[in-house]
């Protein structure tokens, strides 16, 4: 607790909520502590535990629409500053995401407009990946017709053609995105905007464009040999599989890169009963893919060497034979913040091959769309995703991401968008600062273990290739998880202040909501700062009563 003289008079409480790290975190910009605590507090909130899923899920997708897909593949940054992690284990916040998602998938709940009247504007999404789905419906509760343009045969982007179906089963896909287009989304599919139409038609239709284009084409390796049968990009690889082909790779496969590309396809062609490595040039601590990722692909046998780059791939004729490999060290960071693997030399050494995988990076793919073109790399494009004269970008167009990134590069580009077209104040882009594990008074809180959701054991993943392999929380596991929720910087009603406070400053509301319990009457307070002190969340502050200068 905070060291300070108790008989300073010049101090009385305050109540000021303040950020919380997850929803600081949350790279869609949920308020995680809201509809985490909504469940937490349903009792004392007066909900059934339907009402408060309903409330909850609400509060998610007011910013995603995709509860439960992001609930099965987000790498969740909200847990990592989670201030629990200071008593036990973080809050699971992503597996709780999920059984809401999921909950209202059985519950058949659907997603509802926020202004009713319709505005005069049309407007014209290329690419239906989660960053234009965020775009169009953020446009389409609005009241806007928007028309969705996907030169696939389905909608999804990469969360379609990129994720395994053992991570996301199409189903749930399918039924989050069949949500946005119920709103009257017109959804053009194996439409090319470039090709079947063109940029001049588009602009023809729609008086606002964005792209959400994303980065599909896989970068090759650019090494000797490379090109040929054999040699695949990780993108091309995985967007063959997730339609259904069987990709004959041969027994034994390397697989280049570090990122969740890498990782997934590796794991799907493990399922194919190959062999696989996995070569990375830095160490696994550099890896950007997701940790529980990493972990499964090892549980599932695959072979992970690091501190190692492909120079050539040795062909027999068309056949691939063997991939010449260079051992790396690290030296000083680079502009990533990692360090820069730097070759060893005479360090070559060859393993055999018979396909080899290479999933280093992606870009964006122009073509037709060069009216468009922007580098954001030469010239920032504005924070609000707006690239030129009525264009907007949100998601990996602007640089490669992860699918809540482009959730909400989507939401914010249409804001702006709105915001623009109804002479309305743009929101505010930046993020408070969260409350840190400091103020947060971990000692009022009991030890209770973080909940593990149930999953497939590596055998069975591999002997059912297409079974999703984590069956995620139970209910019970749900509502305890809720309950582990610190609320930082947020009162949840503990009434520490009401009993501590010997003056009877402190009168529970009759209608209470989440963060807001009790009145506080500063006429009877002594300013003692017992309530400051008490109070576990840090949502009681010091209030000086020092006259401003
Ligand atoms: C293999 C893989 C695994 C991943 N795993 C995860 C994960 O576990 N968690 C996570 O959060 N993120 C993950 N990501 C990243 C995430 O999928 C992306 O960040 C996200 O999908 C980007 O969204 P987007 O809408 O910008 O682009 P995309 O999802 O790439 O969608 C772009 C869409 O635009 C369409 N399009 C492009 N050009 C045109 C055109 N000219 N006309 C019409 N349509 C066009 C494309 O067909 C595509 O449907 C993964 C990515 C990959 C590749």
Sequence with gaps: ????????????????????????????????????????????????????????????????????????VCP??????????????????????????????RADMSLERLETDEKPE????????????????????RGYAVTLYERNPKAGGMLRYGIPVYRLPEAVLDAEIQRILDLGVELKLDTRIGRDISVEQLESLHSIVFLGIGAQSGRVLGIPGEPGPGSWTG????????????????????????????????????????????????????????????????????QLRYLVAPTEIIRNGETLESLVLTKMKLGAADASGRRRPLPVAGSEYRVGVDSVIAAVSQESDWSGLEPYHFDADASPVERSGKTAEHVWAGGDVLGLGVAGTAIGTGRRASEAVHARLRGLLEPALDPPDPIAVGPAKLDHYAERPRAAPQALPASARLQQ????????????????????????????????????????????????KPGMYYAVALEACQA??????????????????????
Excluded at 497 to 510: A, G, K, P
Aim: glycine share 10%; net charge negative; hydrophobic share 35%.
């Design 1 to 72: 607790m905070e060291d300070r003289p108790k008989t300073d008079l010049r101090q009385q409480p305050e109540q000021r909520a303040q950020a919380s790290p997850c929803g600081v975190g949350c790279k869609s910009g949920a308020d995680v502590r809201g509809w985490i605590t909504t469940i937490a507090q349903r009792r004392n909130l007066g909900l059934s535990d339907p009402e408060a899923y309903a409330r909850a899920w609400r509060m998610i997708v007011d910013v995603n629409p995709f509860p439960a897909t992001m609930g099965r």
């Design 235 to 302: 993108t091309e690889y995985l967007r063959r599989v997730n339609q259904g082909e069987r990709v004959a790779l041969g027994r034994r496969v390397a697989v280049i890169g570090g990122g969740n590309t890498a990782v997934d396809a590796a794991r799907a062609a493990r399922r194919g009963g190959a062999e696989i490595s996995l070569f990375y040039r830095r160490t696994r601590a550099e890896m950007p893919a997701i940790a529980g990722e990493i972990d499964e692909a090892i549980e599932e046998g695959i």
């Design 465 to 512: 290739p297409d079974a999703e392999i984590h069956l995620g929380l139970s209910e019970e596991q749900f509502l305890e998880e809720a309950s582990r929720c610190l609320s930082c910087g947020q009162c949840f009603g503990c009434e520490q202040c009401w009993m501590y406070c010997s003056h009877n400053c402190f009168t529970r509301l009759e209608d209470v």
């Design 76 to 105: 969740h940054p909200c847990e990592s500053g989670c201030n629990r992690i200071g008593k036990d284990e973080a809050v699971s916040v992503n597996q709780m995401e999920r059984f809401l998602g999921d909950w209202a998938l």
């Design 122 to 141: 049309s407007i014209g999404v290329i690419g239906s990946g989660p960053a234009g789905l965020s775009f169009a419906y953020q446009m389409a509760r």
């Design 528 to 549: 003692c700062g017992k309530c400051i002190d008490i109070c576990p969340c840090d949502f009681l502050q010091i209030r000086s009563l020092e006259a401003p200068a």
